[in-house]
T-cell receptor
């Protein structure tokens, strides 16, 4: 069955430290994964998708099929990165496309 | 992109009553979804709102409890029926704009429901 696992509920770092938010998935096929972010008092929004291979706000994520992972990384965390981060996996089921989310990781960046 | 308006943004309801949440999008979209986010939890997909036909519900969600309408490509409603305190949640409307891949969702601000 399709599943997205984010093992850490909270990740607390100091400003300037590297950040890695973990995401593992279970999917039979070639997955297409996404990271979403929700800043305080804002709506949930797309951060990046693995196919685009781009860096958004200094964040990157590489799909590792061998480890079935899609970890989100940033070399130097900033206070404004503090937010909830969700890893997400779209899949086709019963003829319908769906997007499932991991449990989310709260990133807290301290000054 | 798509601008999504959800109403109400929040409400406090009595047990046993029903509440309808509206979702209006400023452009035509291919897909509309309703999610639930319970306190401290992640997002759970309730159903896919299909234009002109019955919604497709996920396991654990039924039409009698969460009737959904989607009369056109830009509007949908979700009703939470016969509410109990366990229904206290944020309900989120999300869409995939035309021409965008399935995984690129845009979200409304959510409707925060508290059931007493």
């Amino acid at each position: 069955a399709q599943r997205v696992t984010q093992p850490e509920k909270l990740l607390s770092v100091f400003k300037g430290a590297p950040v890695e938010l973990k995401c593992n998935y279970s999917y039979s096929g070639s997955p297409e994964l996404f990271w979403y972010v929700q800043y305080s008092r804002q709506r949930l929004q797309l951060l990046l998708r693995h196919i685009s291979r781009e860096s958004i706000k200094g964040f990157t994520a590489d799909l590792n099929k061998g480890e079935t992972s899609f970890h989100l990384k940033k070399p130097f965390a900033q206070e404004e990165d503090s937010a909830m981060y969700y890893c997400a996996l779209p899949f086709l089921s019963g003829g319908y496309n769906k997007l499932i989310f991991g449990a989310g990781t709260r990133l807290a960046v301290h000054p | 992109s798509a601008v999504i308006s959800q109403k109400p943004s929040r409400d406090i309801c009595q047990r046993g009553t029903s509440l309808t949440i509206q979702c209006q999008v400023d452009s035509q979209v291919t897909m509309m979804f309703w999610y639930r986010q319970q306190p401290g939890q992640s997002l759970t997909l309730i159903a896919t709102a299909n234009q002109g036909s019955e919604a497709t519900y996920e396991s654990g969600f039924v039409i009698d409890k969460f009737p959904i309408s989607r009369p056109n490509l830009t509007f949908s409603t979700l009703t939470v029926s016969n509410m109990s305190p366990e229904d206290s949640s944020i309900y989120l409307c999300s869409v995939v704009p035309s021409g965008r891949p399935t995984g690129e969702l845009f979200f409304g601000e959510g409707s925060r429901l508290t059931v007493l």
